[in-house]
């Protein structure tokens, strides 16, 4: 079975400050890999993808994650951060089950992130 | 319009009481998710379907169901619902690359 960890619940960084969130993850077999943001009351928007080729993704947001397959993790970064970015951001991680070949997605628990001015 | 909407966003109910959580999408997608989230513990899934005869459990599906009307529509019911199961509730679709669109959530309060 897959599964998603993302260390810190609460991140909080100063205006213009790295922001770098972290996630890594258990599978059994190449997954794919998601970030996803949520703003308050609001439902989730991608972020990036990971599916295959080059490992450092670009997203939007100027945000960007790298997978790498020996560390088993997918963090996410922005070199500065803004006052919008103040959001929760989800990893998430998707890989074929054994039985049906089908995917499934699994989601970590989250983490806040705080800008502050 | 928006590619993924659900009703109703905000719903308070009784324990015991049936409820219906309806999800339609205008993305063309045949597949569809029900998930729950609750502070702390991300999202979790609850049901997904395939396409309209193929529905699976989630990790979380004891004390729910689902019905997959037509490739647009698929909805979340609560037989008998229970204070534990207040939280918020999004459906998704995905494409074949498995990236998912939420839709706004829906808020339900169980008394």
């Given at each position: 079975a897959q599964s998603v960890t993302q260390l810190g619940s609460h991140v909080s960084v100063s205006e213009g400050a790295l922001v770098l969130l972290r996630c890594n993850y258990s599978s059994s077999v190449p997954p794919y890999l998601f970030?996803?943001?949520?703003?308050?009351?609001?439902?989730?928007?991608?972020?990036?993808?990971?599916?295959?080729?080059?490992?450092?993704v670009k997203g939007i947001n100027g945000f960007e994650a790298e997978f790498?397959?020996?560390?088993?993790?997918?963090?996410?970064?922005?070199?500065?951060?803004?006052?919008?970015?103040?959001?929760?951001?989800?990893c998430a991680v998707s890989d074929r089950g054994a039985s049906t070949g089908r995917r499934a997605l699994t989601f970590g628990s989250g983490t806040r992130l705080q800008v502050q001015p | 319009?928006?590619?993924?909407?659900?009703?109703?966003?905000?719903?308070?109910?009784k324990t015991g009481k049936r409820i219906m959580l309806e999800c339609s999408q205008t993305k063309g997608h045949d597949r569809m998710y029900w998930y729950r989230q609750d502070?702390?513990?991300g999202l979790r899934l609850i049901y997904y379907s395939f396409d309209v005869k193929d529905i699976n459990k989630g990790e979380i599906s004891d004390g729910y169901s689902v019905s997959r009307q037509a490739q647009a529509k698929f909805s979340l019911s609560l037989e008998s619902a229970i204070p534990n199961q207040t939280a918020l509730y999004f459906c998704a679709t995905s494409d074949w690359q498995?990236?998912?669109?939420?839709?706004?959530?829906?808020?339900?309060?169980?008394?």
């Open positions: 970030w996803y943001v949520q703003y308050p009351n609001q439902g989730l928007q991608l972020l990036l993808k990971y599916t295959t080729g080059a490992t450092l790498k397959k020996s560390e088993t993790s997918f963090h996410l970064t922005k070199p500065s951060a803004h006052m919008s970015d103040a959001a929760e951001y989800f | 319009d928006a590619d993924v909407t659900q009703t109703p966003r905000n719903r308070i109910t502070p702390g513990l498995e990236t998912q669109y939420f839709g706004p959530g829906t808020r339900l309060l169980v008394l």
